[in-house]
């Protein structure tokens, strides 16, 4: 919220200035959002594996 609310606040002179991220920008954030995915469905594997052993235990 701290970098989206202040680039809608108008400039001193009363505009506001359009903006449009660049194909870099794109490629970072969905970057960073597979990357994200990615990490999650390694990490599924061994917790659903160790969900089980416990499960296993308590019966």
């Keep these: 919220m701290g970098l989206i609310v202040p ?6 002179m009363g505009e506001v200035v359009s903006y449009a991220p660049t194909w870099v920008e794109i490629g970072i954030t969905l970057g960073v959002l597979a990357l ?10 061994p917790a659903l594996i160790i ?4 499960e296993a235990q308590e019966d």
């Design 36 to 45: 994200g995915m990615f990490i999650v469905t390694v990490l599924i594997r």
């Design 7 to 12: 680039g809608l606040v108008p400039s001193p």
């Design 51 to 54: 969900e089980q052993r416990f």
